[in-house]
Protein backbone atom coordinates (compact mmCIF):
# COMPACT_ATOMS: atom_id res chain seq x y z
CA UNK A 1 0.00 0.00 0.00
CA UNK A 2 1.29 3.41 -0.81
CA UNK A 3 2.42 5.69 2.08
CA UNK A 4 3.65 8.94 2.75
CA UNK A 5 7.45 9.11 3.82
CA UNK A 6 9.27 11.41 5.58
CA UNK A 7 12.98 12.07 6.32
CA UNK A 8 14.97 12.46 7.98
CA UNK A 9 13.37 10.20 11.22
CA UNK A 10 15.61 12.59 13.51
CA UNK A 11 16.88 16.55 13.27
CA UNK A 12 19.01 17.61 15.75
CA UNK A 13 19.99 21.40 14.90
CA UNK A 14 21.70 24.03 17.11
CA UNK A 15 19.04 26.87 17.52
CA UNK A 16 19.18 29.75 14.79
CA UNK A 17 20.00 27.27 12.26
CA UNK A 18 17.84 25.98 9.09
CA UNK A 19 16.33 23.12 8.90
CA UNK A 20 14.63 21.27 5.81
CA UNK A 21 12.41 18.85 6.82
CA UNK A 22 11.09 16.39 3.60
CA UNK A 23 8.40 14.53 2.54
CA UNK A 24 7.40 12.07 -0.15
CA UNK A 25 3.01 12.07 -0.66
CA UNK A 26 1.39 9.47 -1.83
CA UNK A 27 2.04 9.82 -5.86
CA UNK A 28 -1.89 10.35 -6.76
CA UNK A 29 -2.61 12.71 -3.92
CA UNK A 30 -3.30 16.19 -5.03
CA UNK A 31 -3.69 17.79 -1.06
CA UNK A 32 -0.57 18.46 1.38
CA UNK A 33 -0.44 19.61 5.05
CA UNK A 34 1.72 19.80 7.71
CA UNK A 35 0.95 18.97 11.00
CA UNK A 36 3.18 19.29 14.80
CA UNK A 37 3.34 17.41 18.02
CA UNK A 38 5.11 19.32 21.05
CA UNK A 39 6.13 16.50 23.31
CA UNK A 40 2.46 16.00 25.31
CA UNK A 41 0.46 18.13 23.21
CA UNK A 42 -2.38 17.84 20.88
CA UNK A 43 -1.19 17.19 17.03
CA UNK A 44 -1.51 21.36 15.86
CA UNK A 45 -2.28 22.06 12.14
CA UNK A 46 0.77 24.13 10.26
CA UNK A 47 0.24 24.59 6.74
CA UNK A 48 -2.24 23.38 4.06
CA UNK A 49 -0.76 23.37 0.68
CA UNK A 50 -2.79 22.75 -3.02
CA UNK A 51 -2.05 23.51 -6.68
CA UNK A 52 1.69 24.65 -5.57
CA UNK A 53 0.49 27.43 -3.52
CA UNK A 54 -0.16 27.95 0.36
CA UNK A 55 -4.04 27.60 0.57
CA UNK A 56 -4.16 28.09 4.74
CA UNK A 57 -1.33 28.17 7.64
CA UNK A 58 -2.29 28.87 11.19
CA UNK A 59 -0.62 31.03 13.27
CA UNK A 60 2.35 28.98 14.00
CA UNK A 61 3.41 29.16 10.23
CA UNK A 62 5.27 32.21 10.56
CA UNK A 63 8.14 33.96 8.01
CA UNK A 64 10.77 31.70 9.69
CA UNK A 65 8.55 29.12 7.85
CA UNK A 66 8.33 27.97 4.67
CA UNK A 67 7.20 24.75 2.20
CA UNK A 68 7.38 24.06 -1.12
CA UNK A 69 7.22 21.35 -3.40
CA UNK A 70 9.65 21.61 -5.76
CA UNK A 71 9.63 18.80 -8.38
CA UNK A 72 6.00 17.13 -7.98
CA UNK A 73 6.85 14.61 -5.85
CA UNK A 74 8.54 16.18 -2.20
CA UNK A 75 6.90 18.13 -0.24
CA UNK A 76 9.65 20.15 2.60
CA UNK A 77 9.23 22.42 5.21
CA UNK A 78 11.77 24.78 5.68
CA UNK A 79 12.33 26.55 9.07
CA UNK A 80 14.68 29.21 8.36
CA UNK A 81 16.09 30.69 11.95
CA UNK A 82 15.14 27.43 14.39
CA UNK A 83 14.41 28.39 18.31
CA UNK A 84 14.19 25.97 21.02
CA UNK A 85 10.52 26.16 21.25
CA UNK A 86 10.27 24.25 17.61
CA UNK A 87 11.24 21.44 19.24
CA UNK A 88 8.77 18.82 18.32
CA UNK A 89 7.15 15.83 16.16
CA UNK A 90 6.61 17.31 11.79
CA UNK A 91 4.05 15.30 10.65
CA UNK A 92 3.23 15.28 7.09
CA UNK A 93 0.16 14.21 5.26
CA UNK A 94 -1.67 13.44 1.93
CA UNK A 95 -4.72 12.97 0.54
CA UNK A 96 -6.58 12.97 -3.06
CA UNK A 97 -9.40 15.02 -2.45
CA UNK A 98 -10.48 17.38 0.32
CA UNK A 99 -12.45 16.51 2.86
CA UNK A 100 -11.39 12.85 2.80
CA UNK A 101 -9.71 10.78 5.13
CA UNK A 102 -5.57 12.40 5.37
CA UNK A 103 -2.47 9.61 5.17
CA UNK A 104 0.55 10.64 7.67
CA UNK A 105 3.89 9.72 7.52
CA UNK A 106 5.97 8.83 10.40
CA UNK A 107 7.01 12.14 11.53
CA UNK A 108 10.16 13.73 11.82
CA UNK A 109 11.79 14.66 15.33
CA UNK A 110 13.01 17.82 15.29
CA UNK A 111 15.34 18.60 18.69
CA UNK A 112 16.95 22.14 18.89
CA UNK A 113 19.67 22.47 20.91
CA UNK B 1 -12.65 28.36 17.76
CA UNK B 2 -13.53 24.64 17.21
CA UNK B 3 -12.23 22.25 19.39
CA UNK B 4 -12.16 18.38 19.91
CA UNK B 5 -11.94 17.32 23.92
CA UNK B 6 -11.00 13.71 24.67
CA UNK B 7 -11.61 11.87 27.43
CA UNK B 8 -9.83 9.88 30.03
CA UNK B 9 -6.87 11.24 28.91
CA UNK B 10 -4.82 8.06 30.23
CA UNK B 11 -6.41 4.79 30.80
CA UNK B 12 -4.48 2.20 32.43
CA UNK B 13 -6.36 -1.07 32.31
CA UNK B 14 -6.33 -5.20 32.10
CA UNK B 15 -6.17 -7.59 29.29
CA UNK B 16 -9.74 -8.64 28.93
CA UNK B 17 -11.53 -5.23 30.16
CA UNK B 18 -13.56 -3.20 28.49
CA UNK B 19 -13.47 0.44 27.99
CA UNK B 20 -14.71 3.68 26.14
CA UNK B 21 -13.19 7.05 25.35
CA UNK B 22 -15.12 9.76 24.25
CA UNK B 23 -14.45 12.81 21.89
CA UNK B 24 -16.50 16.10 22.59
CA UNK B 25 -17.24 19.14 20.77
CA UNK B 26 -19.71 22.16 20.73
CA UNK B 27 -19.23 22.59 17.29
CA UNK B 28 -21.08 19.91 14.64
CA UNK B 29 -18.80 18.30 12.12
CA UNK B 30 -19.70 16.63 8.70
CA UNK B 31 -17.29 14.05 9.64
CA UNK B 32 -15.10 12.32 12.43
CA UNK B 33 -12.11 10.28 12.14
CA UNK B 34 -10.23 8.21 14.81
CA UNK B 35 -6.60 7.66 14.67
CA UNK B 36 -4.56 5.50 16.45
CA UNK B 37 -0.95 6.52 16.87
CA UNK B 38 2.30 3.88 18.05
CA UNK B 39 5.13 5.59 19.62
CA UNK B 40 7.80 6.78 16.93
CA UNK B 41 5.12 6.70 13.84
CA UNK B 42 2.64 8.78 12.52
CA UNK B 43 -1.24 8.34 13.34
CA UNK B 44 -2.95 5.38 11.46
CA UNK B 45 -6.58 5.97 10.72
CA UNK B 46 -9.14 3.77 12.15
CA UNK B 47 -12.66 4.76 10.74
CA UNK B 48 -14.34 8.07 9.72
CA UNK B 49 -18.09 8.80 10.58
CA UNK B 50 -20.55 10.85 8.94
CA UNK B 51 -23.94 10.45 9.67
CA UNK B 52 -25.83 11.21 12.96
CA UNK B 53 -26.23 8.14 14.98
CA UNK B 54 -24.01 5.88 12.93
CA UNK B 55 -22.20 2.54 14.72
CA UNK B 56 -19.26 1.15 12.89
CA UNK B 57 -17.73 -1.88 13.81
CA UNK B 58 -13.96 -3.12 13.15
CA UNK B 59 -13.79 -5.81 15.10
CA UNK B 60 -13.06 -5.43 18.93
CA UNK B 61 -13.85 -1.60 18.53
CA UNK B 62 -16.98 0.28 18.33
CA UNK B 63 -17.11 3.83 17.29
CA UNK B 64 -20.36 5.79 17.14
CA UNK B 65 -21.21 9.38 15.69
CA UNK B 66 -23.47 11.22 18.31
CA UNK B 67 -27.30 12.29 16.84
CA UNK B 68 -26.12 15.69 16.47
CA UNK B 69 -22.61 15.03 15.19
CA UNK B 70 -20.85 16.55 18.26
CA UNK B 71 -19.69 13.99 20.01
CA UNK B 72 -18.31 10.20 19.48
CA UNK B 73 -16.84 7.09 21.32
CA UNK B 74 -14.22 4.40 20.57
CA UNK B 75 -15.57 1.13 22.79
CA UNK B 76 -13.24 -1.63 23.02
CA UNK B 77 -14.15 -4.81 24.04
CA UNK B 78 -11.85 -7.26 25.99
CA UNK B 79 -8.93 -5.18 25.18
CA UNK B 80 -5.52 -6.82 24.45
CA UNK B 81 -2.03 -5.51 25.06
CA UNK B 82 -1.60 -4.94 21.18
CA UNK B 83 -4.35 -2.22 21.56
CA UNK B 84 -2.03 -0.26 23.34
CA UNK B 85 -1.13 2.93 22.04
CA UNK B 86 -2.86 6.78 21.70
CA UNK B 87 -6.01 7.02 20.38
CA UNK B 88 -6.77 10.50 18.63
CA UNK B 89 -10.08 11.89 17.26
CA UNK B 90 -10.16 14.27 14.65
CA UNK B 91 -12.55 16.32 12.37
CA UNK B 92 -11.84 18.87 9.74
CA UNK B 93 -12.45 22.37 10.67
CA UNK B 94 -15.33 24.34 9.41
CA UNK B 95 -13.11 27.28 8.31
CA UNK B 96 -11.36 27.70 4.93
CA UNK B 97 -12.41 24.88 3.20
CA UNK B 98 -8.72 23.59 2.74
CA UNK B 99 -9.05 19.88 4.55
CA UNK B 100 -7.44 21.09 8.14
CA UNK B 101 -7.61 18.43 10.56
CA UNK B 102 -8.40 19.93 14.42
CA UNK B 103 -7.26 17.27 16.75
CA UNK B 104 -8.62 15.60 20.03
CA UNK B 105 -5.65 15.67 22.75
CA UNK B 106 -5.46 11.60 22.79
CA UNK B 107 -5.83 8.99 24.69
CA UNK B 108 -3.03 7.25 26.07
CA UNK B 109 -3.75 3.32 26.45
CA UNK B 110 -2.11 0.63 27.97
CA UNK B 111 -3.45 -3.10 28.39
CA UNK B 112 -1.35 -4.71 30.67
CA UNK B 113 -0.85 -8.67 30.12
Known amino acids: EPEVTQTPSHQVTQMGQEVILRCVPI?????FYWYRQILGQKVEFLVS????????KSEIFDDQFSVERPDGSNFTLKIRSTKLEDSAMYFC???????????FGDGTRLSIL | TQLLEQSPQFLSIQEGENLTVYCNSS?????LQWYRQEPGEGPVLLVTVVTGGEVKKLKRLTFQFGDARKDSSLHITAAQPGDTGLYLCAAHSGSGNTGKLIFGQGTTLQVKP
Open chain 1, 27 to 31: SNHLY
Open chain 2, 27 to 31: SVFSS
Open chain 1, 49 to 56: FYNNEISE
Open chain 1, 93 to 103: ASTRQINQPQH
